[in-house]
């Protein structure tokens, strides 16, 4: 008996070969087979069904995977459509029964939230927070627009990267050279 862990698909094989060797090796099918342990003695033609159940089971759940799996790519498929329907329908119930509380809980649906009025602050602070908005974004209106004219001139001011001149490291000064001895020969230069 092996002790590794199993796949499904790989009992399910199993349990096919199984079956394929009880009906080879167990040719009477009401022959009584004892088994170790705490289970039950059963025919070979229970023992194959019972096999045979672990396939059918196997086989069943990879269908209905597969079956599942079409159903949520057709339901991907449909969703935005159906998505748009809807929302053309609520919004057509809403349109036609208005703030009657009662035919929208028919439908599920709940009145939009009436706003109140706006205080003189609450409209100043609104008027100022859009002329910020406008200026920070440069928007402008109509008018302002029609005297922004497309001619635009430019000009291209290329200033010259100026370094200094390297100055040549200087060299120090030359010692003076003894003067020439009378006779033409040099004078050995003198040791320090």
Known sequence: MTTTTQGKGTRATRAGQLIAGAKKHFTNGTQVLTFAGALANVTVDQATAELQELIDNRAAAVAARATARDKVKSEQAAMPTLVAFMNAFEALVRLMFGNDTTALADFGLTPPKQ??????????IAVAKARATRKARGTTGPKAK????????????????????????????????PAPSPGGAAAAPQKA
């Open 115 to 124: 706003r109140g009025p706006k205080t003189t602050a609450d409209k100043a």
């Open 146 to 177: 029609r005297a922004i004219h497309g001619n635009v001139t430019a000009a291209i001011v290329v200033t010259p990267v100026t370094t200094a001149p390297a100055q040549a490291p200087t060299a120090p000064a030359p010692a003076e050279a």
